[in-house]
């Protein structure tokens, strides 16, 4: 399994001989590179593992006073090269990739030369992997993404990392590195947080980080330099193990097998010797490696790094106008996340503006307030925070918005008030400004009816909140133009939101789909069926949350105004409820402690045909399967590709799912309903 595949960018070891002050022998450092900028990061396939192996057999050869590995500029290395995975033909060939990087890694475990790891970059899966089996490690201040990712996408860290990061950092750090994280929005760890962890041993500064890394180095191989690491607690292993197990349970309810075989690899690290552990890891990994999940996992993650980043039916960016200033109408929770991405993303002028001075003052205060929270936590200096804080401002005189080149709406969700917005902008604004709306569900094209340059205005969606759901819906309305459409993405890429193309249909995707899927659960309720089986129904999904706190986040108002736009459209699949009318119009908090509130549930009205957990679950399957197949038939995008990113970057589903449409060509529900898959086989699955 040395040869490289089909495909692989290699990624080579290059060994050379380094004169190290107070040392009598040079050092031999080996230095990852696979020849291409930082934007194309080192990765390890079988022939990147076959140079650092012929690299360490070198390097021990010279008998160096210490053997060191570091990466190239700003890339330490992120791990396997899984562009190989898919070509791989059977188990056998799934173990020799476990085995083959176990055997060249353990080289720098077991030798008898001390081995460092200079960590002066990204350091991710296997990368982070490679510098654990070193002695030791130095870490860069600027290193950009330290994690352990696996289970995020279906996989699970299998060069060694479920046996020995628990046994430097202990279990619970070790648990949250390898299983909670990746399963938080793949989060990743800070140099900082990754030195307080023990991960490593140094944190060194990034600006001349190899020359102190080596000097650092040489004080350990004299015995000036002592590194000391706490014993591990091994009592609450267990325990850790157990409540662990539980959390996944209680989110995940067995979706994801590469979580639980994670943990269950944790818990073999414990007592077991180390090759007993690996090779638990070279099954664990062959056994992930032909499933579905990995499969859809891999998918998904090629749909965020590459189609996101490539929006399909994006216009040449070269019609995009500047954007020098940005004005935002309203100035309420939603208006004021906006003016602070604007601001900090764009550093131009932000002026919000509303129907009172009070609430111009609460946005332009909420906004200050975020600054100060982010200077207090250390992610923001001083001047910096200045800055943004003379760039945001507000206004009750929507003739602060006459010089801005972007102005976009985030005002209630009613299309005569949408419509009066503009009808009041345009004589204020340059010809030339683009207008956009945050609508969540109403027509561009009807918005735009009235305006004297309805070309101009675009359709903007963001998904709350705002700094954490990458997704932005960019609606191209019936007249709107290149040049608007084109800055539109602009502004986005510049905002770094993953920009999605839709058509000007009802509740565009992300809200189209999911009120669909939450009418089925509704519908369930209201003909008798149990709330509490209907919100259950769709745990084996293992979806962020269920539907009732899904619909308590979104607001039972703001669904049931969506809904009854979707039920003008298309009466046949959008029912009203009129219980969640009365749940609306109560006010009352819909869960109390993820419960359903009893005081919401006595105003109630059902009927006695309740549906079983497994029904609930297949008619909102088939119902999801239907809207996505009419989606794709009526152009709303452009590829069942862009449904999933949607879901994915816009509702945080899962990538084991692959966003929906793997998944319900894998169970059969895409068959069965719309009578063909969405993708080929092979495609986000296994082959055949």
Known sequence: MSDQHPGEVVTKALLRQVAVPGLDRPAALITLDNGLDHKKPNTLGPAGLASLDAAITE????????????????????????????LLADREQALEIGRLGHRVFARLKDSQI????????????GGLELALHCHYRTLSGGAAALALPEVFL?????????????????????????????????????????????????????????????????????????????????????GVL??????????????????????????LARDADFAAGTAAEDAALADLIFSEELRSGLYAFDLVQRRAKRPAGAPDKGLARPVTKVGIVGAGLMASQ???????????????????QGRVDKGVGYVHAEIDKAVGKGRMDAGTAATLRALVSGSVDKGAFADADFVIEAVFEDLGVKKQVWAELEKIVSPEAILATNTSSLSVTEMAADLEHPERLVGFHFFNPVAVLPLLEI????RTDDATLATAFAVGKELRKSCVLVADAPAFVVNRLLTRFLGEILTAIDAGTPPE??????????????????????????????????????????????????????GKPLLVDDQLNPEVAELLVVGDAPLTAEEVRAKALDALAQETRLMLDQGVVADPRDIDLCLILGAGWPFHLGGITPYLDRTGTAEKVTGRRFLPPGVASLPG
């Open 59 to 86: 390097a021990l050869a010279a008998d160096p006073a210490f053997i060191a590995v570091t990466g190239k500029p700003y890339i330490f290395c992120v791990g396997a090269d899984l562009t190989g995975l898919p």
């Open 114 to 125: 001390p081995t460092f790891a200079f960590v002066n970059g990204a350091a991710m899966g």
């Open 533 to 586: 089986v209907a919100d259950s129904a769709l745990d084996p999904l293992g979806l962020p949350m269920r539907p009732l706190a899904l619909l308590q986040l979104v607001g039972p108002a703001v669904a049931y105004h969506v809904g009854g736009t979707l039920h003008a459209a298309f009466p046949d699949r959008y029912a009203v409820s009129e219980n969640l009318k009365r749940i609306a119009d109560s």
């Open 154 to 238: 279906g996989l699970i860290p299998g060069w060694g990392g479920t046996q020995l990061l628990p046994n430097l950092i202990g279990i619970p750090a070790a648990a949250q590195v390898i299983i909670q994280n990746p399963l938080t929005q793949n989060k990743m760890l800070k140099p900082k947080q990754a030195a307080e962890m023990g991960i490593a041993d140094v944190l060194l500064e990034p600006a001349d980080f190899l020359e102190r890394s080596l000097e650092w180095a040489a004080g350990v191989v004299r015995g000036q330099v002592t590194v000391t690491r706490p014993e591990v607690d091994k009592e609450m292993w267990d």
């Open 242 to 267: 157990y409540f662990a197990k539980q959390t996944l349970d209680q989110r995940l309810h067995g979706a994801v097998p590469s979580a639980y075989q994670a943990l269950e690899l944790l818990g």
């Open 475 to 478: 609606v191209r309305g019936g």
């Open 338 to 356: 906006l003016a602070l991405l604007f601001a900090r993303r764009l550093q131009v002028p932000v002026v919000l503006t509303d129907l009172d």
